[in-house]
């Protein structure tokens, strides 16, 4: 309004008049930005505050020291272990004691909420037992090293992620650089995968998902678990967890996966939470949960002769089967 007042006034031209009202539209512009940069910073800082809080949290898993380097075959034992989630008053384990020999296979069955998973948890440290011990041959697993130790398991949990990588990195993860071909083909082989990852027009080199790359495929809720597995076998971890491991599986690759589980796992010491009870055939020991305690243990030709619950199990699985 000034400026227009002055070109009434003949105090300034035309081409000042267009000057000076770009420039202040310029100066107002700018001043807006400065702020919107200055509020989305401050907005910034307090995601930052909750991230510095939370790498300021002491680890208590991360005391131990011991290397795991000598250690091929693994035993496990379990001693009296009792444990309870951070503020939950019941206990999920009860005195839970068993030892899982070196390159033995064990199942683990039991109803929803036994407790299966909390157990494999308490083997991968992401929890401490609250009483008792769990040892690795015979030495108790908080001595380890904390990321030395994780080098001796391999674990497919129920909810595993695949990332926007490729298939090769998602197997592979930090090693891809390092990692040769054959090997990932030959996880991808044993876990069915490599015709299907084979079909690609990049192969192993094919992203997952499309975030990053149009062309990235979309895996079937089966064809990531057999991923997941793959990545697993890679890993040629001594010890191998699957907790459900074919929940996505069609029965085909359920049959394959199990019938070759033990080329799958070959010598090493392997645990395998699963409610199909056939899959139980193919190991060595079974373990029933109930309500957090191992209520039974045996071969599967023992159980079923001889037990309850297991054996209640098997006929109510069976009897849609025969
Ligand atoms: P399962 O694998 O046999 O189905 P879980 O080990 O997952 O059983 O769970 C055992 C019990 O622990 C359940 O009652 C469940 O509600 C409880 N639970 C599992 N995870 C947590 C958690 N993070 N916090 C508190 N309670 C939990």
């Given at each position: 309004g000034y400026m227009v007042y002055k070109v009434l006034m003949r105090t300034i031209g035309i081409g000042d008049f267009t000057m000076y009202v770009n420039a202040t539209y310029n100066f107002s512009n700018s001043l807006s930005s400065f702020l919107t940069t200055f509020v989305e910073f401050r907005q910034m800082c307090r995601y930052l505050d909750l991230y510095i809080q939370f790498e300021q949290i002491p680890s208590r898993y991360r005391d131990g020291n011991r290397a795991?380097?000598?250690?091929?075959?693994?035993?496990?034992?379990?001693?009296?272990?009792?444990?309870?989630?951070?503020?939950?008053?019941?206990?999920?384990?009860?005195?839970?004691?068993?030892?899982?020999?070196?390159?033995?296979?064990?199942s683990i069955v039991g109803q929803n909420g036994a407790g299966k998973t909390?157990?494999?948890?308490?083997?991968?440290?992401?929890?401490?037992?609250?009483?008792?011990?769990?040892?690795?041959?015979?030495?108790?697993?908080?001595?380890?090293?904390?990321?030395?130790?994780?080098?001796?398991?391999?674990?497919?949990?129920?909810?595993?992620?695949?990332?926007?990588?490729?298939?090769?990195?998602?197997?592979?993860?930090?090693?891809?650089?390092?990692?040769?071909?054959?090997?990932?083909?030959?996880?991808?082989?044993?876990?069915?995968?490599?015709?299907?990852?084979?079909?690609?027009?990049?192969?192993?080199?094919?992203?997952?998902y499309k975030n990053f790359d149009e062309k990235g495929v979309e895996l079937s809720g089966g064809e990531g678990q057999k991923l997941a597995i793959a990545r697993a076998i890679h890993k040629d971890a001594p010890i191998i967890v699957l907790d459900e491991p074919t929940a996505a599986l069609d029965p085909y690759a359920e049959y394959e996966i199990y019938s070759r589980l033990n080329d799958l796992v070959s010598g090493n010491t392997a645990i395998y939470i699963s409610h199909r009870l056939s899959?139980?055939?193919?190991?060595?020991?079974?373990?029933?949960f109930d309500k957090g305690e191992i209520v039974e243990y045996g071969s599967h030709d023992e159980l079923v002769d001889n037990s309850k619950k297991y054996r209640e199990m098997w006929k109510a699985q069976a009897q849609y089967y025969i």
């Open positions: 795991v380097k000598d250690l091929n075959e693994i035993s496990i034992e379990f001693k009296n272990v009792y444990f309870r989630y951070p503020r939950s008053q019941d206990y999920v384990l009860k005195n839970v004691s068993i030892k899982i020999d070196k390159g033995e296979k064990l909390t157990f494999v948890k308490l083997l991968c440290r992401l929890y401490e037992p609250e009483k008792g011990q769990i040892l690795i041959n015979g030495i108790d697993i908080r001595e380890f090293d904390y990321d030395e130790y994780m080098k001796l398991l391999a674990v497919v949990f129920q909810d595993f992620k695949l990332f926007s990588f490729t298939v090769k990195e998602n197997i592979a993860f930090d090693s891809a650089n390092g990692a040769s071909d054959e090997k990932i083909e030959d996880a991808l082989r044993k876990a069915g995968l490599y015709d299907k990852v084979q079909a690609l027009e990049k192969g192993i080199n094919t992203s997952i899959s139980c055939r193919f190991c060595d020991k079974i373990a029933v």
